[in-house]
């Protein structure tokens, strides 16, 4: 079955440190994205790319990087930078223009 | 970034009740969109509205785009349980091949039996 898979549901990070959040969809879809959700704030984009090797920076860029070297994969890496990175993330995929985004099920980070 | 504003923030209704929400911007609209989510789950779309002024349906959900494109409603009849959960709306303005969506500030639906 065709998908967007995002690994791994709970990530703990100790502050200080980068981590990486995978997500991998198999939908052929040419674009990708990255949201984060906090409470009451609804889903703010973090970076988007609309095909292989490029990426633009959404709302809220500033702590995060991420890379596009292939279709199916969008990996978003927190770094230290970052200053309040707790969260839910959440990772979507749709065909380039068009309106019909997959979200896959998120990954929430804990900074202990 | 903007963000659309929804109301209500929050309802709590008994089984059986109808739910009406609303969603507002200050900027139009091609296309609006109301997605669903579940508690740790990513959102799910339910209706896709393209012209100002349709009015679509999906089994007991009602949705319409605004005659200005700067507003949309979202109607649920006769609620039950599995109905819970939070409900966004999205805006998305094509410019080219770009499609970004907007998001709501979503509402946070609770049913009681």
């Known amino acids: 079955d065709g998908g967007i898979t995002q690994s791994p549901k709970y990530l703990f990070r100790k502050e200080g440190q980068n981590v990486t959040l995978s997500c991998e969809q198999n939908l052929n879809h040419d674009a990708m994205y990255w949201y984060r959700q906090d409470p009451g704030q609804g889903l703010r984009l973090i970076y988007y790319s609309q095909i292989v090797n490029d990426f633009q920076k959404g709302d809220i860029a500033e702590g995060y990087s991420v890379s596009r070297e292939k279709k199916e994969s969008f990996p978003l890496t927190v770094t230290s930078a970052q200053k309040n990175p707790t969260a839910f993330y959440l990772c979507a995929s749709s065909f380039r223009g068009h309106y019909g985004y997959t979200f896959g099920s998120g990954t929430r980070l804990t900074v202990v | 970034g903007q963000q659309l504003n929804q109301s209500p923030q929050s309802m709590f209704i008994q089984e059986g009740e109808d739910v009406s929400m609303n969603c507002t911007s200050s900027?139009?609209?091609?296309?609006w969109l109301w997605y669903k989510q579940e508690p740790g789950e990513g959102p799910v779309l339910l209706i896709a509205?393209?012209?100002?002024?349709e009015l679509t349906s999906n089994g007991r959900l009602t949705a319409q785009f605004g005659i200005t494109r700067k507003d949309s409603f979202l109607n649920i009849s006769a609620s039950i349980p599995s109905d819970v959960g939070i409900y966004f709306c999205?805006?998305?303005?094509?410019?080219?091949?770009?499609?970004?969506?907007?998001f709501g500030t979503g509402t946070r639906l609770q049913v009681t039996l």
């Open positions: 999205a805006g998305q303005l094509r410019t080219g091949t770009a499609s970004k969506l907007t």
């Open positions: 900027s139009i609209f091609n296309t």
């Open positions: 509205l393209y012209k100002a002024g």
